[in-house]
């Protein structure tokens, strides 16, 4: 593959402002309906709209026939208007005359079904057909719109894997047999590496290769993470074959492909290395009043994924989604919190799918800027709202987020411990496990970035991996390095259990930690469900709902926390190896998230941070700042009003009101506060007391 690398030098976005807007579809809509979107859209504060993302069919009806008249002038139109075009490839789902003429582009499940046209994505990443249209159809878009003012940045395809991240068809099975050999050279490199012995697996063809379908039992786990680790490649190369197009016609075009967030299936470290800005669709459920939570790790990795660089918030719910089971609008307010939520997180972006609701199709009760009800409509309020005020943030844009706590976000160890079927529990899954450590953090009141699990550690007081499943000695080494320097790391359950293919390190967990840890694992114990067992630590006793091991520690460290029933009873259970002015601490067992939090909090005031005493996790403060200035979000996600202690001074940009030593925010309230750039990050204590709503 060639293409963009990420030592290369970035193209900027060509928008000089926060972006601010949405996806736009004016194909469904007539030409007199577009004049009222761009009159509507001025009045809001539009920049930027993202089209034609599904419009294949539209500006190619039959092979080799383009149509270009009716995005040519929509185009012109919005950009006479002054708003910027996200410009979509409009490769992110095929004209039917092209999967009629090529049914085998179409994607299998795991039973071998062929899925059907009538919905979107209908292809297989790996098909030569899919993939040579999917170039044409990039190159003419390029070719035709490259020299136009309004573009502002290239979208390619639309949230790679929502519908089809995986194909189990047979041109999948010869791809993923190429990958296979291009991985281990030859069929013993491949018999040796997937433990073939085990259940009579050895193959003596490639042919024989299929991809992992549906077995009469458990499939070999090697096999599955491969095919997991094979499938997020077959998208990212397809994903590169737009990238090279693009370089090739427009180089000076930044390009991106939205992101789903923590999304399982593609490894996002891989994606965000090739192309030029971040971007993601975000959709907190508005059902779950502590959505936010997740929604702030979802950030930390976005802004993690270009090294700390503003990303852009592409799409976000004006109220109701319409994928769920039951769709809760969102309370007055919340769009604004929401929005500002992420860019306090390092977006430069708010926008939305999408700008007009939809009169029929998948997605007519899915809220949008403009709702049904036109200029009316409650959303269309709110979001002019935001747009207006997201004015009075410029000077945040380019800004970086503060933090000083890193959570290791590794793929491979995600897959690994979700996709194989014979594990010692399945209670113990790395996403949960991941969110249920972020969320103790957050609600200490940290930021916190993700990063990758062989570092670079070096911006870090903090470092915890909630579980690394899968380690390599580069891991170890690099999280070694970082505690050596000084640094506090925090290991979660089950890690440094396999390599990467996925044999048991010698002599059992934590394998290549087991120095910097000092600790050994003699046996997984998860518990029964309905079970719970109990560590006394520090004088409180934490709550073990799933997962505890039998761990013996060295000499040298110092046991934290103690089990305190059960058949583990009187065994270390929390461990912390003082390195110099660093520490590695081991955590045995899944601790409930107000076990969590004595815990923690430990860690970080031991590394020199604050950790509130209070919790309150409606309440979340995040430092954007430049070298001379904090930009420090105040954001209440809560129903109630709530009142913070300042730690000093600061200009609310959104008001111009100053505070000084204490905010007073309303239901859904914000504030951002500037002020000179403090050495450290500031940070806000909230005041108990929660007046009546
Ligand atoms: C996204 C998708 C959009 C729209 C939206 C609805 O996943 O990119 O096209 O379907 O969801 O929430």
Known sequence: MSGPRADQPLRRVRLDALAFGGDYNPDQWSEETWHEDIRLMREAGVNMVSLPIFSWPQLEPEPGVYDWAWLDRIIDLLWDAGIAIDLATATATPPSWLLRAHPEMAPWDADGHR????????????????R????????????????????????ISNEYGDHTSRCWCPESARHFRRWLQERYGDLDGLNEAWGVNVWGQRYTSWEHIETPKRAPGPVNPTKLLDFERFSSDALLELFQIEIDVLREVTPDIAVTT??????????????????????????????????????????G????????????????????????????????????????QA?????????????????????????????????????????????LELQKLEAVRGTRVRSRVGLVVDWDSWWGSSAAESLPSQRLQWAQQARAWHRALYALGQPVDAVRAAGPFDRYDVVVVPNLY???????????????????????????????????????????????????????WPLADGETEQIAYAGETLTVPSWSEWIEADDDVQVRGTYASGELAGLPAVTCRPVGRGSAWYVSAMIDHDGMLPLFRDVLRTAGLPARDHVDLDVEVVTRADDTTDYTFYLNHG??????????????????????????LDRYGVAVLASPRADTIPTATPIPVKEDA
């Open 115 to 130: 899925l059907e046209f009538g919905s979107r994505q209908t292809y297989c990443p790996s098909s030569p057909i899919w």
């Open 132 to 155: 040579e249209n999917v170039a044409r159809m990039a190159r003419a878009m390029a070719e035709r719109y490259g020299e136009h003012p309004g573009l502002a940045m290239w979208h």
């Open 258 to 299: 939205n992101f789903m967030s923590m999304f399982r299936d593609l490894d996002y470290w891989d994606f965000a290395a090739v192309e030029d800005v971040v971007t993601d669709d975000a959709y907190p459920d508005p059902a779950d009043p502590t959505s936010h939570v997740g929604a702030a790790l979802n950030y």
């Open 301 to 340: 990795l976005m802004r993690a994924l270009k090294d700390g660089q503003p990303w852009l918030l592409l799409e976000s719910s004006a109220s109701a989604t319409s994928w769920r089971d039951v769709n809760v609008p969102k309370a007055p307010g919340k769009i604004r919190v929401e929005s500002l």
């Open 343 to 387: 860019v306090a997180h390092g977006s430069d972006a708010v926008m939305f799918f999408q700008w007009r609701q939809a009169k029929y199709g998948q997605e007519k009760f899915h809220s949008s800027m403009l709702g049904h009800r036109g200029e009316r409509s409650r959303s269309f309020r709110e979001t002019k709202a935001l747009g």
């Open 470 to 524: 899968i380690a390599e000695q580069e891991h170890a080494d690099a999280l070694a390095a970082f505690v050596e320097r000084g640094g506090h790391l925090v290991v979660g359950p089950f890690s440094g259990v396999v390599d990467a293919t996925e044999k048991v390190h010698d002599g059992g967990a934590p394998g290549p930690l087991r120095t910097l840890l000092g600790i050994e694992v003699d046996e997984q």
């Open 639 to 664: 129903r109630a009003p709530v009142a913070v202690e300042l730690p000093g001074p600061g200009f609310d940009l959104l008001t111009g009101a100053r505070h000084s030593d204490r905010l007073d």
